[in-house]
């Protein structure tokens, strides 16, 4: 068996003395893991540093074993993390969600694309917040808990949304709040496509999407805990107010 592909690379574990075992995300493929023999070496080593981009080939003798891989260095991130600490907080946020929600050797085109786009503007720190924002929502919606946020789920009503509900991921609005107001969720403009689109607001944003990351799609991942890498990236947003 074999294939070729690009990728992101998520994570590197040791594998005997001088090889490593890939955590890599490619659009084709999904989620995949393989050995990549001298990964080790002061040539190769510099380049397998979280987030970046690789050109990918794999081969195994059988589908189902872990095979192995050769690489060739498409372009590394680290240099656009490195310099701002809200830019090295994001891209160990993206990676970790991404090992954390996602099966392994299952493609998801749409997500990976977003995901590559997203990792790209490390660079550009006014506009990361929010593009991390629209990332997560994404996200969610990738692994089947999507927000519905185009009406209120009581009154029907598309202006005045200002909640969102924990159950259903419904937006609602004060008139339909009710006595469950103190239930739900914020629903800043930001999320709506609206509004300043400022730290502070993303960052209450960021709380509710936290909320179906942890008790939604946490327990459809056998209750792993959330990565505190996206706290750390939370709390380098709010510090950047």
Not at 97 to 111: K, Q, T
Not at 142 to 157: I, K, P, Q, W, Y
Request: a neutral charge.
């Amino acid at each position: 068996m074999e294939w070729r592909d690009t990728g992101i690379l998520l994570a590197t574990r040791r594998h005997g003395e001088t090889s490593l075992i890939l955590d890599v995300f490619t659009p084709e493929r999904g989620r995949h893991s393989g050995v990549l023999r001298g990964g080790t070496s002061r040539k190769m080593a510099p380049h397998l540093q979280p987030g970046a981009q690789l050109d990918l080939s794999w081969r195994a003798r059988l589908e189902d074993h872990m095979g192995a891989f050769t690489v060739e260095p498409q372009r590394s991130r680290a240099a656009q993390a490195l310099g701002d600490r809200l830019a090295l907080a994001g891209l160990n946020a993206v990676v970790a969600l991404l090992r954390f929600c996602l099966p392994e050797r299952v493609p998801h085109p749409d997500l990976y694309t977003f995901s590559e786009q997203l990792l790209d503007l490390l660079d550009q720190p006014d506009l990361w917040p929010l593009a991390y924002l629209r990332w997560e929502m994404a996200l969610l919606e990738e692994m089947g808990f999507a927000l519905d946020l185009s009406c209120c789920a009581v009154t029907g009503r598309t202006e005045g949304l200002v909640y969102v509900s924990p159950k259903s991921g419904r937006a609602v609005t004060a008139e339909g709040a009710g006595n469950w107001v103190h239930h739900l969720l914020p629903l800043p403009e930001v999320m709506l496509g609206r509004g300043a689109a400022d730290n502070p607001e993303v960052a209450t944003a960021l709380g509710t999407t936290g909320y179906f990351l942890e008790h939604r799609l946490a327990p459809q991942m056998g209750d792993k805990p959330v990565p505190e890498a996206r706290a750390r990236l939370i709390e380098r947003i709010r510090q950047r107010g």
